[in-house]
C-alpha cells in the first residue's frame, strides 16, 4: 500500500510500505477514509524536531474498521469510527478522569503516527475508537476527520481556557486548532470570541465559526489590544494554539487576574519567567488534548449538521501529491490539507 514517509526536513515521499498488521488482540486495522497533514507535522519539516529515522507520518484518522484482534469486543469490522493521535484504553483512572492522551496504558501510533497511508493500526481499538451510529455520507468525513485532532484540540483548549456563557475568549493562532478553537467558544456558549489573525481567509473563516473581533496585532501589542477591547481587564480566557514562546506570553499577558489560558500548540523552547507568572493571577491548563473524552460529542453535533468543522480543509489532494501538500501548508498557502488515500 501507499504511505507518507518523511526523511529528513523537507523531504516528504509517497511509498510502498508494508501493510499493517494486528499486534497484539487489542488492535484494530482500518482503512483510511481520509487523512490530513498537522500543523505539528511542520515541526520535524521545517527541522525543529529532529527526524532521526524515516518517520511513517499521520495521526489523524477516520476510516472503516477491517479486522479487529481476538480480544476486541465493541469495535466491529464495517464500522466508521474516529479516534485520536494517542490509543487509550478508556478505562484506567485518568481516563476516567478524562485525561486520555495520560492513559496510563497509553500506546503510540505507529513510528510517526502512520495514519497518511490507505491503512493503519490502531491499539486499545475498543478504547480509543469511536464509532459513528450510522456510516457517514462523503460530504461529512472531513469533518469527522478534524474531530480526531484539531477540534478535539481547539475544544479542551476553550474547555481548559474555562470558555462559557459572559465570558470574553481570545484565540492566539490562526491555524486550524485556533480557528476550531472559536467554534468550540462559541458552541460552549462564548460572550463574546477574539481570533487574531492577520490573514484576510482565515479572518473570514474565524468569523464564520463565531469570532466576534479580530485583532490583527501579536505579541505585546496584541496582548495590549485585548486589554484595550476589555475595558484594561484582559480577556477572562485564551486559547493558546500556537506553541512558540512570543504567543504563550501573548496569550498569558492578554488574560485577566483570575481569567485562565488553555495552551494547546506543542511548546518549543518556551520558558516563562516565575516572577512574570507569579504576579499575573492567571491560571494555566493545557497538554496534548484527551481528545477521546470529546469525540462522543462531537460525532453526534458533526452528523447532525450542527457544526462543521471540516471548513478548515481548504485544499484537498490525492495521498500520491503528500509532498504538494506539506509546502502549502508550510508556506501558509493552506490552512489544512486533506489527503484522498
Ligand atoms: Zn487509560
Known sequence: MRGVVMYGPGDVRVEQVAEPTILKPTDAIIRLAATCICGSDLW????????????????????????????????????????????????????????????????????????????????????????????????????????????????????????????????????????????????????????????????????????????????????????????????????????????MMQAIRATRPGGHVGFVGVLHDVAIRGEDYFMSHVHLHGGPAPVRRFLPELIELIMARRIDPGRVFDLELDLDQAADGYRAMDERRAIKVLLRP
Open 44 to 247: 520535524p519539516y521545517r527541522g525543529a524536531d529532529a527526524v532521526t529515522e524515516p518517520l511513517h507520518m499521520g495521526h489523524e484518522y477516520a476510516g472503516i474498521v477491517e479486522e479487529v484482534g481476538a480480544e476486541v469486543t465493541t469495535i466491529k469490522p464495517g464500522q466508521f469510527v474516529v479516534g485520536s493521535f494517542f490509543a487509550s484504553d478508556n478505562t484506567c483512572e485518568l481516563c476516567r478522569a478524562g485525561y486520555q492522551t495520560s492513559c496510563v496504558h497509553r500506546e503510540v501510533l505507529g513510528t510517526g503516527g502512520a495514519a497518511q497511508a490507505e491503512r493503519m493500526r490502531v491499539p486499545l481499538a475498543d478504547g480509543t475508537l469511536v464509532a459513528t451510529p450510522d456510516l457517514p455520507t462523503d460530504d461529512l468525513v472531513p469533518g469527522l476527520l478534524a474531530a480526531s485532532d484539531v477540534l478535539g484540540t481547539g475544544w479542551f483548549g476553550a474547555v481548559a481556557a474555562e470558555a462559557g456563557p459572559g465570558k470574553t475568549v481570545a484565540v492566539v493562532g490562526d491555524g486550524a486548532v485556533g480557528l476550531l478553537a472559536v467554534l468550540a467558544a462559541r458552541e460552549l456558549g462564548a460572550e463574546r470570541i477574539i481570533a487574531m489573525s492577520r490573514h484576510a481567509s482565515r479572518q473570514a473563516l474565524a468569523r464564520e465559526f463565531g469570532a466576534t473581533d479580530i485583532v490583527t496585532e501579536r505579541g505585546d501589542s496584541g496582548a495590549e489590544r485585548i486589554r484595550e477591547l476589555t475595558g484594561g481587564l484582559g480577556a477572562h480566557s485564551v486559547v493558546e494554539a500556537v506553541g512558540t514562546q512570543e504567543s
